[in-house]
């Protein structure tokens, strides 16, 4: 504690103060959101089934046509998730690069239409259960190296001709 206390001391009387810790909230406070804008209905034509580990319980299709990259670096898509016995939801999310977070914006109706979620937050990603294939997108299909969004005809190429997963 004298230690600190002292250190405390000296760096005020020699009048240099130490510069402040980072702060992630203020890294935070840098990035905005863009304003959101539901995509049409997915069509069946346009979903293409992601080729992911044995991890993920389900079948994953994305919509080709929904995938985009905002000035905020959001990786935008619909997503299709397929249960053993046929049943499917549809969900229209986003997945941040920079910090490996999701957020549903809007889940599917039996309307065929989009109903916004009501309080949607980011979340952490996880590697295991049901959203696991969130994951493998981030991993192999809609980050690069650097966490850094790919393009969105490259995340469609990555889709279309995948690369083995080794997990």
Same mark, same amino acid.
């Given at each position: 504690?004298?230690?600190?206390?002292?250190? =405390?001391?000296?760096?005020? %009387? =020699?009048? /240099?103060?130490?510069?402040?810790?980072?702060?992630?909230?203020? #890294?935070?406070?840098?990035?905005?959101?863009?304003?959101?804008?539901?995509?049409? *209905?997915? @069509?069946?034509?346009?979903?293409?089934?992601?080729?992911? =580990?044995?991890?993920?319980?389900?079948?994953?299709?994305?919509?080709?046509?929904?995938?985009?990259?905002?000035?905020?670096?959001?990786?935008?898509?619909?997503?299709?998730?397929?249960?053993?016995?046929?049943?499917?939801? $549809?969900?229209?999310?986003?997945?941040? %690069?920079? /910090?490996?977070?999701?957020? @549903?914006?809007?889940?599917?109706?039996?309307?065929? +239409?989009? #109903?916004?979620? #009501? @309080?949607?937050?980011?979340?952490?990603?996880?590697?295991?259960?049901?959203?696991?294939?969130? *994951?493998?997108? *981030?991993?192999?299909?809609?980050? #690069?190296?650097?966490?850094?969004?790919?393009?969105? +005809?490259?995340?469609?190429?990555?889709?279309? *001709?995948? @690369?083995? $997963?080794?997990?």
């Amino acid at each position: 504690m004298w230690a600190v206390l002292s250190v =405390s001391l000296f760096s005020a %009387c =020699s009048g /240099t103060v130490p510069p402040p810790a980072p702060d992630d909230a203020s #890294a935070e406070a840098e990035w905005k959101e863009v304003e959101l804008h539901l995509p049409d *209905y997915p @069509q069946d034509r346009n979903l293409l089934p992601m080729s992911l =580990s044995k991890a993920v319980p389900a079948r994953i299709l994305i919509d080709s046509k929904s995938i985009s990259v905002g000035r905020d670096g959001v990786v935008r898509y619909t997503v299709a998730i397929e249960g053993a016995g046929g049943a499917r939801s $549809i969900f229209y999310e986003g997945i941040r %690069c920079d /910090t490996r977070e999701f957020k @549903q914006f809007a889940f599917g109706t039996a309307e065929l +239409a989009f #109903a916004p979620v #009501a @309080q949607p937050v980011w979340s952490k990603i996880f590697t295991h259960g049901i959203g696991a294939f969130r *994951y493998e997108a *981030y991993r192999y299909y809609f980050c #690069a190296v650097g966490d850094k969004p790919l393009k969105p +005809a490259d995340i469609v190429r990555a889709i279309r *001709y995948p @690369q083995p $997963i080794t997990e």
